[in-house]
């Protein structure tokens, strides 16, 4: 996207994109699945560059859902050895990353995944918890009935405690116990590989997200599909129940 271009186009504030359609790139060309995950890796690193270059001030990638844990073992240890790759090279690359002002946020339950990869997250986390250019959310084991299901226990647990009448509770104590509390909500929802669904991601934040589908697999997803998803966002209009 040009300069001309940034100077007179709405840029989402908070873009959330659904990594779909590694297997089948792999598949297509008689490959592993992991070997599309690879690739969906390296898109999601340029992505992420790209989108803090033009301004999107949150971006939350969809990487491996709560119920992704069916899938066969080898390719969800893959996924894990990417994720885990992934982490390493934040860490390598710390001052860069801290020079763009790029906070890394994980959102998802930690409990089921690897103890070395909570403890580097835990890290990551902290190091960049002063960065305030863009914020990456990484939606890791995450499910949004879950999300809705913890926040919801967390205020349970305050009902319980006498710190909160039940007739009290508002939607701002929802929002304020998802894991993306504090972050808007996502103002474009962006799905590659052909599907028209959310599969469980940031289903309370999405109430009025706009969406964008493309039948473009994650892997030759590039920077100008970014960049047609937020021209076509700019020609919606959004009303929010209004007229």
Same mark, same amino acid.
């Given at each position: 996207m040009t300069k001309e271009e940034l100077a007179n186009i709405s840029m989402p504030a908070h873009i959330g994109i659904i990594m779909d359609g590694n297997g089948r790139w792999a598949k297509? $060309? @008689?490959?592993? $699945?992991?070997? @599309?995950?690879?690739?969906g890796a390296k898109v999601f690193r340029? !992505?992420?560059?790209?989108?803090? /270059? !033009?301004?999107v001030k949150y971006l939350t #990638?969809?990487?491996f859902s709560t119920e992704n844990w069916k899938r066969p073992a080898e390719e969800v240890s893959a996924i894990m050895d990417l994720f885990r790759d992934y982490l390493f090279e934040a860490q390598e690359r710390e001052e860069e990353n801290m020079a763009k002002g790029m906070? +890394? $946020?994980? !959102?998802? /339950?930690?409990s089921a995944l690897p103890e070395d990869i909570v403890t580097m997250i835990t890290e990551l986390e902290k190091r960049s918890a002063d960065k305030d250019v863009i914020t990456v959310n990484l939606a890791v084991n995450y499910g949004g009935r879950d999300e809705i299901l913890h926040a919801v226990k967390t205020i349970?647990?305050? +009902? /319980?405690? @006498?710190?909160?009448?039940?007739?009290? !509770?508002n939607l701002n104590d929802i929002d304020g116990n998802l894991f993306t509390a504090g972050q808007p909500d996502p103002d474009l929802i962006i799905r590659p590989s052909g599907e028209y669904r959310l599969s469980n991601f940031l289903i309370w934040q999405a109430a009025y997200s706009e969406f964008w589908f493309s039948d473009i697999l994650w892997?030759? #997803?590039?920077?100008d599909d970014l960049d047609k998803a937020i021209i076509d966002y700019n020609k919606r209009n959004r009303r929010f129940g209004g007229i």
């Open positions: 297509q $060309r @008689g490959l592993k $699945r992991s070997e @599309g995950h690879k690739e340029a !992505i992420c560059n790209y989108a803090q /270059e !033009i301004g #990638f969809y990487a906070r +890394v $946020r994980y !959102i998802g /339950e930690r349970a647990k305050k +009902v /319980e405690a @006498g710190e909160l009448k039940a007739d009290n !509770i892997p030759d #997803f590039t920077a």
